[in-house]
């Protein structure tokens, strides 16, 4: 069993920054590919950005040349520094483990709240 727990939210004035924590239970956080989401009030869950168990990330346009994903193997733990925030970056962030072998399961941390005042 994978648990996933967020930490690091909080209220912060636009153009700060913070840096959200996602600690791993489990045993297969090295060979998952890891990911942060996000979902404001009444939208959709969106990615936001996402790291292989190799290493390799992608972005959200949106936060592009704002936001860095990184993981630490050893720790079991994923992180997101966020910087530049604007008030649109306002919502529940949410880690998210994925890991694919002869299956593909998907687990979900309970999110971590993140506003940025303008």
């Known amino acids: 069993q994978v648990r996933l727990l967020e930490s690091g939210g909080g209220l912060v004035q636009a153009g700060g920054s913070l840096r959200l924590s996602c600690a791993a239970s489990?045993?297969?956080?090295?060979?998952?590919?890891m990911a942060w989401y996000r979902q404001a009030p009444g939208k959709q869950r969106d990615l936001v950005a996402a790291?292989?168990?190799?290493?390799?990330?992608n972005y959200a346009d949106s936060v592009k040349g704002r936001f860095t994903i990184s993981r630490d193997n050893a720790k079991n733990a994923v992180y997101l520094q966020m910087d530049s925030l604007k008030s649109e970056d306002t919502a529940v962030y949410y880690c998210?483990?994925?890991?694919?072998?002869?299956?593909?399961?998907?687990?979900w941390g309970q999110g971590t709240q993140v506003t940025v005042s303008s």
């Open positions: 998210n483990l994925h890991y694919v072998r002869n299956f593909q399961v998907d687990y």
């Open positions: 489990g045993s297969i956080f090295s060979i998952s590919n």
């Open positions: 790291i292989t168990s190799g290493g390799s990330t």
